[in-house]
């Protein structure tokens, strides 16, 4: 009826949209919008955001966008490949954010992970999974309690024989705090 075919009068306007724009339109507040319209064709902008994550170092918003990416490689295994895209932003936030930045970072960097086997060896070539155990050892209660945290944790603690990124004084120093001091959920 009429409803729909102005519907896909704007599916087809938005998808011939640059990515900057389909990037402006999710920043104005319409990521769930855009991405209910779009379906994959948001996940370049979605990823070009995520890029930019070094830019906001408390990482607002980070986690949208992850579980949009998330949603839509469920949809369309094709948006997996152009997770890598948003690994050097993420590990630059990781780097230089806050606190809850870093969280989100690490967190995002997790789920990135299981979207496309490339980012995991993107995180060990930038050489900040050293970074990640500080983060889950001294982050908020919130956060080392939270799902993407404690699977992080996990994938680190079993890591492949012959990558022993994580066997440092200061990161096992880390770990053992974060089993200390975590919330009982994150200990369980």
């Not at 948001?42 to 990482?59: F, Y």
């Not at 780097?95 to 490339?118: C, D, F, I, S, V």
Request: net charge negative.
């Amino acid at each position: 009826s009429d409803v729909y075919g102005v519907k896909q009068d704007a599916v087809g306007g938005m998808m011939c949209m640059s990515v900057n724009t389909k990037m402006a339109i999710i920043q104005g507040g319409a990521l769930k919008e855009t991405v209910e319209l779009l379906g994959s064709g948001a996940a370049k902008a979605i990823v070009q955001l995520l890029a930019g994550a070094g830019r906001r170092p408390d990482g607002a918003g980070i986690a949208d966008l992850v579980e949009s990416l998330q949603y839509l490689a469920a949809q369309d295994a094709r948006v997996g490949a152009v997770a890598v895209g948003a690994v050097p932003g993420l590990v630059e936030l990781l780097q230089t954010g806050n606190g809850a930045g870093k969280e989100q970072a690490a967190g995002a960097l997790y789920y990135l992970r299981l979207l496309n086997p490339n980012v995991e060896a993107l995180i060990q070539q930038a050489r900040v999974v050293e970074q990640i155990v500080e983060v889950l050892g001294l982050g908020t209660a919130a956060g080392k309690e939270s799902p993407a945290m404690l699977c992080m944790l996990w994938a680190l603690l079993t890591l492949p024989e012959g990558h022993f990124e994580v066997v440092s004084e200061a990161a096992a120093a880390n770990l053992v705090q974060l089993l200390y001091t975590g919330t009982d959920v994150g200990k369980e």
